[in-house]
């Protein structure tokens, strides 16, 4: 199956996104972990408030197949988090990319982003597999 990863997207080996919105970063996963997981029940999402930090679990996906954590592909402060993915979680499996984000987070440090993999190096990444 192919994906179409969005180009102003940047994303993390763990297959989550980050892209920046003006001085925020929108968080979620990718087309690619959701197909993988399969029917999504269930997602566990941190509080607004929550301190972020690049590489730490921050909630959790669950489908029928299984339970993985999300890993956060940057270091911040969530100041907004997407209520209807919780309580509707095929909202994730429908749009990943776009209505289907988790987190707003106000980054720490802005320059995590370069850091993550451009749409092109991640579509080359899970065509591996």
């Known amino acids: 199956m192919a994906f179409h990863f969005p180009d102003d997207f940047r994303f993390a080996d763990s297959h989550e996104y980050a892209k920046l919105e003006g001085e925020l970063v929108r968080i979620g996963i990718s087309a690619f972990a ?11 999402l941190p509080e607004v408030g929550d301190a972020l930090s690049r590489g730490q679990s921050f909630g959790s996906v669950e489908s029928v197949k299984a339970v993985e954590d999300m890993y956060s592909p940057i270091s911040g402060e969530v100041v907004s988090r997407n209520e209807s993915v919780e309580a509707t979680p095929e909202e994730l499996q429908n749009d990943p990319h776009g209505e289907g984000w988790l987190l707003l987070v106000r980054p720490s440090d802005l320059s995590q982003l370069q850091e993550l993999m451009d749409a092109q190096s991640y579509s080359a990444k899970v065509a591996e597999k």
Do not use: K
Not at 34 to 44: A, E, M, N
């Open 34 to 44: 959701v197909d993988q997981l399969g029917d999504i029940v269930f997602v566990d």
